[in-house]
């Protein structure tokens, strides 16, 4: 199935250091998701993004819902050890699909205490 | 908050066997859904569910069922196992069609 570009596929930064990754699609999504998954566990949900052009922050997480409806960024600021894991964007709502979610391949990020 | 979990986190068959995992919310949300994860293949879907009794084909139904008979609930069904359903199985689910999906932790299925 269709999949989102996500980039980078991996990331390794110093304590402290401020992270940004981004989806970018050649279809319009309606939603736009940011999961984060540890290895072995769930996908768990950082940011939920509804409206073109929407800015929304969670703790030390920002995204942003990109003006095209083709993309989203997410930063992440002053990061922590237990940022370390694996950030997945997902859109929703392509081509009348209301319920598929499509994802990106994700991106591996480690941090350095 | 939402809550999904799942029956099992890891689970160990033979091949030929009939596996049920299991899938329970407790939000009362409308739909459910199965994926399955793998390295290079990233989330997949396999079946979902937007009312009790009724599911819909994802992207991988082969070697699958599902059965959704009450509205908290959502089992998968691996009729006959075999080797390449050796998988992460991530259950969903989510209020309405365009809301966000909340996902369980997981099961880990080997099939030997």
């Known amino acids: 199935g269709q999949q989102l570009n996500q980039s980078p596929q991996s990331m390794f930064i110093q304590e402290g250091e401020d992270v940004s990754m981004n989806c970018t699609s050649s279809?319009?999504?309606?939603?736009w998701l940011w999961y984060k998954q540890d290895p072995g566990e769930g996908p768990v949900l950082l940011i939920a993004?509804?409206?073109?052009?929407e800015l929304t922050s969670n703790g030390r997480l920002t995204a942003q819902f990109g003006i095209t409806r083709k993309d989203s960024f997410l930063n992440i600021s002053a990061s922590i050890p237990s940022d370390v894991g694996i950030y997945f964007c997902?859109?929703?709502?392509?081509?009348?699909?209301?319920?598929?979610?499509?994802f990106g391949k994700g991106t591996l990020l480690t941090v350095n205490p | 908050d939402v809550k999904v979990t799942q029956s099992s986190r890891y689970l160990v068959k033979r091949t030929g066997e009939k596996v049920f995992l299991e899938c329970v919310q407790d939000?009362?949300?409308?739909?459910m859904f199965w994926y399955r994860q793998d390295p290079g293949l990233g989330l997949r879907l396999i079946y979902f569910?937007?009312?009790?009794?009724?599911?819909e084909k994802g992207d991988i139904p082969e070697g699958y069922s599902v059965s959704r008979e009450k509205k908290e609930r959502f089992s998968l069904i691996l009729e006959s196992a075999s080797t390449n359903q050796t998988s992460m199985y991530l259950c969903?689910?989510?209020?309405?069609?365009?809301?966000?999906?909340?996902f369980g932790p997981g099961t880990r299925l080997t099939v030997t």
């Open positions: 969903a689910s989510s209020l309405s069609g365009q809301d966000e999906q909340y």
């Open positions: 569910s937007y009312d009790v009794k009724m599911k």
């Open positions: 939000m009362d949300h409308e739909n």
């Open positions: 993004l509804y409206k073109a052009g």
């Open positions: 279809s319009i999504f309606n939603t």
């Open positions: 997902a859109g929703l709502g392509s081509g009348g699909s209301n319920y598929k979610l499509t």
